[in-house]
């Protein structure tokens, strides 16, 4: 009954995760581009929905589902002037883009402060988001963690149609994969890196709104998630979709079975330890590429 009481925790935590780590497996799975302020572009996705209620006047209700497109919209923008103006003189160069982009990060975090102040704000739930189901006579799943775990798993499979089933997907996997032969067969590379950071940008202003119902928004916001996505994406493989999924659900369970056990401190090393000797005996994730090798 322990474990199942860690179940709903785990799978929230898993859930979030996944919401982080989907726009990390454009920009860094599927680019290369170690994009450090990504955790910035969730933080101003936790303020759009904090604009639309508290600014703006829009209900709980109208507030949460009118955010996520708008903050999708707004960091996906983000992040492809980022991309345009800067990110793009510096592709193949993974240790430039990671200075760049937390200097980004600083800059964002500051402006948030200038604007909304330092101390955190809260984006009330909606009413039908409140309450929870009961399980098992004892575990209890709260509606807002079943809204993000529903929201996870739309996301993931609105991502693998565009992958799979658009021609702008077809060619950007084409880009991933062989940028050369993607280019002389008429592929606009150019646009192709545009959109991947604009989407992989969008998703991260998802997960701000996301993380609206289970905890403050701060100028702070993305830097407790943002390791952790990370660690995600390279766990799972990079650029592969279903290695996300997996090692999303994969380290939340474990977050969450391990801090029953332990307090959140040595919780956090135990995990840490743990990825470190997977990614020692695994390096390249659960999920790798495969390809046609000459021997």
């Given at each position: 009954m322990e474990v199942l009481d860690q179940l709903p925790i785990g799978l929230a935590i898993g859930a979030v995760l996944l919401l982080a780590a989907l726009?990390?497996?454009?920009?860094?799975?599927?680019?290369?581009?170690?994009n450090m302020a990504h955790g910035e572009f969730i933080m101003i996705g936790a303020y759009t929905a904090f604009v639309l209620h508290a600014w703006a006047g829009l209900g709980s209700s109208h507030a949460l589902l009118v955010a996520?497109?708008?903050?999708?919209?707004?960091?996906g923008t983000l992040g492809w002037l980022l991309e345009a103006g800067l990110i793009r003189h510096f592709y193949g160069r993974p240790l430039d883009t990671l200075l760049?982009?937390?200097?980004?990060?600083?800059?964002?975090?500051?402006?948030?402060?200038?604007?909304?102040?330092?101390?955190?704000?809260?984006?009330?739930?909606?009413?039908w988001l409140t309450g929870g189901i009961t399980l098992f006579d004892s575990v209890r799943i709260h509606h807002s963690r079943l809204f993000i775990l529903a929201l996870a798993l739309v996301s993931v499979v609105a991502i693998a149609l565009y992958l799979h089933r658009s021609t702008a997907g077809r060619q950007m996997r084409a880009v991933i994969h062989n940028r050369d032969l993607a280019a002389v067969s008429g592929v606009d590379t150019r646009r192709v890196d545009a959109t991947t950071f604009f989407i992989g940008s969008g998703l991260a202003g998802i997960a701000g709104v996301a993380l609206t119902l289970i905890g403050p928004t701060g100028p702070t916001l993305g830097t407790n998630y943002i390791v952790d996505a990370f660690l995600v994406v390279v766990i799972g493989g990079l650029g592969q979709l279903r290695g996300t999924v997996v090692a999303a659900f994969a380290l939340g369970l474990l977050n969450a079975t391990v801090e029953a056990w332990a307090d959140a401190s040595l919780a956090k090393l135990l995990v840490f330890a743990?990825?470190?000797?997977?990614?020692?005996?695994?390096?390249?994730?659960?999920?790798?590429?495969?390809?046609?090798?000459?021997?």
């Amino acid at each position: 009954m322990e474990v199942l009481d860690q179940l709903p925790i785990g799978l929230a935590i898993g859930a979030v995760l996944l919401l982080a780590a989907l726009g990390l497996n454009f920009t860094f799975g599927q680019m290369g581009v170690i994009n450090m302020a990504h955790g910035e572009f969730i933080m101003i996705g936790a303020y759009t929905a904090f604009v639309l209620h508290a600014w703006a006047g829009l209900g709980s209700s109208h507030a949460l589902l009118v955010a996520l497109p708008v903050a999708f919209a707004v960091t996906g923008t983000l992040g492809w002037l980022l991309e345009a103006g800067l990110i793009r003189h510096f592709y193949g160069r993974p240790l430039d883009t990671l200075l760049l982009t937390f200097g980004i990060g600083m800059i964002l975090q500051q402006a948030a402060r200038d604007t909304f102040g330092a101390p955190n704000v809260d984006v009330p739930a909606p009413d039908w988001l409140t309450g929870g189901i009961t399980l098992f006579d004892s575990v209890r799943i709260h509606h807002s963690r079943l809204f993000i775990l529903a929201l996870a798993l739309v996301s993931v499979v609105a991502i693998a149609l565009y992958l799979h089933r658009s021609t702008a997907g077809r060619q950007m996997r084409a880009v991933i994969h062989n940028r050369d032969l993607a280019a002389v067969s008429g592929v606009d590379t150019r646009r192709v890196d545009a959109t991947t950071f604009f989407i992989g940008s969008g998703l991260a202003g998802i997960a701000g709104v996301a993380l609206t119902l289970i905890g403050p928004t701060g100028p702070t916001l993305g830097t407790n998630y943002i390791v952790d996505a990370f660690l995600v994406v390279v766990i799972g493989g990079l650029g592969q979709l279903r290695g996300t999924v997996v090692a999303a659900f994969a380290l939340g369970l474990l977050n969450a079975t391990v801090e029953a056990w332990a307090d959140a401190s040595l919780a956090k090393l135990l995990v840490f330890a743990t990825i470190v000797a997977f990614l020692q005996a695994r390096p390249q994730g659960l999920f790798t590429v495969k390809s046609r090798a000459l021997t």
